[in-house]
């Protein structure tokens, strides 16, 4: 463009072969001015002042910089921060002060500062604490109840609520009162029409897990799960990190339905709230295509809470404490001494007649090693 201008062609000519304005060519014919074009440099300049009028001058940086190291040196609080620069500051007596916030930015930007910026990780995979699941090769359906709901009539409401991890397939299910017979069958009506899942994730509900004042006490639940071949999952007791999935619906839930609508009485929640798991499901319906396969239901199984259990697994998660002991069905463990207050997956292995302990870290949740394999049978009369 500028050996255009150069022969002797005119701004608006060239201007408007270059698709430019006039004033840009104009511009750049002024920069090369005198100059051979291999010499002219034609980058962008910054337009940004060469001088900045708030900036702290060179003297009062240096100013800040020397207080500080006298003040690491010689104070006798230890403190050097910024606070502690300005209080020096002051009592000098000098004019034109910069502010606390001035002085931190004036440290930042000579490297003078100890304190360590905390190191952001990104996030663990859903179902990080099962491979299986955070690698999308398995399918985990969580359940939990949403309490305390009063209709109008002063009917009390209780909703048993599951969502898939990875296909988002939910299902609600509004009652008066639920038991573990009730929820058990709640659960199997879901899992008849959709399939089953690889594992099936609860809390530490009596109603999930069975009675926790008797050790080695398993639940129906559990037995139907053990049964069907779905590993039950339990999640830690008073967290809430691995129930995300099932904590946000059960907030969506309470907001898009119950929080909207005035209900006098249960059945209209019920029809309501099937509305909307309707239109849901068929929402998610992409993300329920693509999410890994469930296993079909059998045909002929029927649920014997007296039917002998020779395999399958029991999943709790569970939190060590001080000393790096765990309880699992009753029982407590000496997993680690050196692995205190962390997470560990605790694999009860009926068949192998075994329990395993391993040991989970959110910053590194594909190392998963096992801390410890411990002897375990249930008893004959909670199998049987």
């Known amino acids: 463009m500028v050996a255009t201008l150069r022969r002797g ?7 408007r072969r270059f698709h430019v304005s006039v004033s840009t060519a104009k511009r750049w014919l002024d920069r090369a001015h005198g100059k051979r074009l291999d010499r ?80 952001r990780r990104p996030p663990p995979a859903p179902g990080w604490y099962l491979p299986n699941v955070a690698a999308g090769l398995a399918e985990i359906d969580e359940f939990d109840f949403i309490v305390g709901l009063l209709t109008g009539d002063g009917t009390e409401v209780e909703v048993l609520n599951v969502t898939s991890l990875h296909g988002g397939l939910v299902g609600s299910w509004p009652e ?21 899942p690889d594992y099936a994730q609860f809390d530490n509900d009596n109603r999930f897990a069975g009675p926790h004042q008797h050790a080695d006490a398993v639940g129906r639940v559990i037995r139907a799960c053990l049964s069907l071949g779905v590993v039950a999952v339990f999640a830690p007791p008073r967290e809430h990190g691995l129930q995300n999935a099932i904590e946000g619906y059960n907030g969506k839930w309470q907001a898009k339905v119950w929080a909207r609508f005035e209900f006098q009485r249960l059945a209209q929640v019920q029809r309501q709230s099937s509305k909307y798991i309707e239109a849901h499901r068929a929402r998610s319906r992409v993300r329920t295509d693509s999410a890994p396969e469930r296993r079909r239901f059998p045909k002929q199984w029927k649920f014997k809470a007296e039917e002998k259990i020779s395999g399958g697994r029991i999943i709790f998660m569970r939190r060590s404490s001080d000393q790096g002991r765990v309880e699992v069905l009753g029982h407590k463990y000496e997993v680690d001494p050196h692995w205190c207050n962390r997470l560990v997956r605790c694999e009860v292995d009926i068949g192998a007649k075994e ?5 989970l870290r959110r910053s590194e949740p594909a190392s998963q090693r096992l801390l410890r394999k411990v002897a375990y049978q249930l008893p004959p009369r909670y199998i049987r």
């Open 9 to 15: 062609e005119s701004l608006r000519s060239v201007a």
């Open 176 to 196: 008066s009162g639920f038991t573990a017979e009730r929820a058990l069958a709640a659960m199997l009506e879901h899992w008849r029409r959709f399939g089953l």
């Open 355 to 359: 329990i395993h302990f391993y040991g």
């Open 40 to 119: 002219v440099k034609f980058s962008d300049r910054s337009r940004a002042p060469r001088h900045v009028h708030n900036r702290s001058s060179t003297k009062m940086e240096k100013l800040v910089l020397s207080i500080r190291q006298q003040l690491h040196d010689t104070s006798d609080l230890g403190e050097f921060g910024a606070a502690a620069i300005l209080r020096e500051l002051k009592a000098r007596r000098l004019q034109h002060l910069p502010s606390r916030r001035t002085i931190g930015y004036i440290l930042q930007r000579h490297g003078a500062t100890d304190y360590r910026r905390r190191q």
